[in-house]
C-alpha cells in the first residue's frame, strides 16, 4: 500500500524560506511524476509545481516561477521543494500528489490532480510577519 509522507512547513516571516519534502513508501516503481497543490481557505486548490522522473522534468505555476524549486529526493520516490522569497499570498495548505504507475506521465498532464493516484495528508505554511 502506498502511502505519502511530507514533512516541513510551518511559520515564516515574509521573504523568509521553508522546504518540503515527500517521499512515497510501498512503491517498488522507478518511474514517477510527483506534485505539490496547495489549498488557501476560502479557495480552491490550485497546482504549484511538478517533477518527472527518470528525465527530471519539471514544471511551475507562473506565481511561483524563480521562487519555488522542486527536485529529486535523497530518499526513492521522492521529492524536496525549496520555498524561497514567500509572500503571505503563498498561506496555504500544502498537499504531496503522486502517479506511481510502470507507463511516464506526459508533462502536460502534470498540472491537473486527475494526473495522481496518491495523495499526502497535507501541511501547513504560513507566511505572516
Known amino acids: 500500500q502506498v502511502q505519502l509522507v511530507e514533512s516541513g512547513g510551518g511559520l515564516v516571516q515574509p521573504g523568509g524560506s521553508l522546504r518540503l519534502s515527500c517521499a512515497a513508501s510501498g512503491s517498488t516503481l522507478s518511474r514517477y511524476a510527483m506534485a505539490w497543490f496547495r489549498q488557501a481557505p476560502g479557495k480552491e486548490r490550485e497546482f504549484v509545481t511538478a517533477f518527472r522522473w527518470p528525465g527530471g522534468n519539471t514544471v511551475y505555476a507562473d506565481f511561483v516561477k524563480g521562487r519555488f524549486t522542486i527536485s529529486r529526493g535523497s530518499a526513492k520516490n521522492s521529492v524536496t521543494l525549496q520555498m524561497n522569497s514567500l509572500k503571505p499570498e503563498d498561506t496555504a495548505v500544502y498537499y504531496c500528489?503522486?502517479?506511481?504507475?510502470?507507463?511516464?506521465?506526459?508533462?502536460?498532464?502534470?498540472?491537473?490532480?486527475?494526473?495522481?493516484?496518491?495523495w499526502g495528508q497535507g501541511t501547513q505554511v504560513t507566511v505572516s510577519s
Open positions: 500528489a503522486a502517479r506511481l504507475r510502470s507507463t511516464t506521465a506526459i508533462l502536460s498532464a502534470l498540472p491537473f490532480g486527475s494526473t495522481y493516484d496518491y
